[in-house]
């Protein structure tokens, strides 16, 4: 079951990044992502997951062509209020809607956890995904605390992470992944990025650039 296909998580799903927890972990999280895009020539993007369109609003102002998906109608209804300057449409990710080779860049953030099947999206991705493409995701640890605590909460129980390891394998069928890490939180989920003590803490926000030389 696909959590973010309910209308009241979609509808509440925004006012977290209002929050001053949300409005940190936001701040590190775009971030990371800013700092990979940098390293990715501005072209044609396919958004997978996309939800309420929190990052396909980034990907936009970043100077991409996107078009953004996700296969929750509840989530895009949420996008689609905000008037991003996107194409924005249902799509599974499994199963994409597209001709090969006909994206320059793939961006997914926090999808890839709530997925059937990871190798199927990741096959997916690769045959959309032009030959010198890049492949940006935004994935959430397995050995982080927010892992850790995941049975906990209504929407991370369902999800299914990566580690590290297990990131860096399954892309390789791509070519060589840069990993980058953030979000450091402490068992009371206190955010120890900015701290002394912040290598002593899991990141919980794992973001993978990969470019497709394979």
């Known amino acids: 079951m696909n959590v973010f296909k309910n209308e009241e998580i979609a509808v509440a799903y925004d ?6 927890a949300g409005k940190e972990i936001d701040a590190i999280e775009k971030k990371l992502l800013v700092e990979a895009l940098q390293k990715v020539p501005k072209g044609k993007m396919l958004e997978l997951g996309c939800g309420t369109g929190h ?24 996008a689609m209020e905000k008037n991003l300057d996107a194409e ?41 995904l032009k030959p010198g493409g890049h492949l940006l995701l935004g994935c959430l640890n397995g050995n982080s605390q927010l892992a850790k605590n995941a049975e906990n909460d209504p929407v991370f129980k369902n999800a299914a992470f990566y580690t ?18 953030g979000v450091r939180f402490a068992p009371d989920f206190r955010v120890m990025d900015q701290t002394a003590e912040k290598d002593n803490h899991e990141p919980a926000f794992i973001v993978a650039l990969v470019q497709k030389t394979k």
């Open 164 to 181: 590290p390891e297990s990131l860096l394998k399954a892309l390789t069928k791509f070519g060589a992944p840069e990993l980058t890490y």
């Open 88 to 128: 924005v449409l249902k799509a599974d990710a499994g199963d994409l809607p597209f001709k090969n080779e006909s994206f320059d860049v793939v961006a997914s953030v926090t999808m890839m956890e709530f997925v059937t099947s990871k190798d199927v999206v990741l096959n997916e991705i690769n045959r959309v």
């Open 55 to 78: 990052w396909t609003r980034l990907f936009v102002k970043k100077g991409f062509d996107v078009i953004a998906t996700d296969i929750s109608d509840a989530m895009l209804c949420q």
């Open 15 to 20: 006012d977290y990044y209002q929050t001053q």
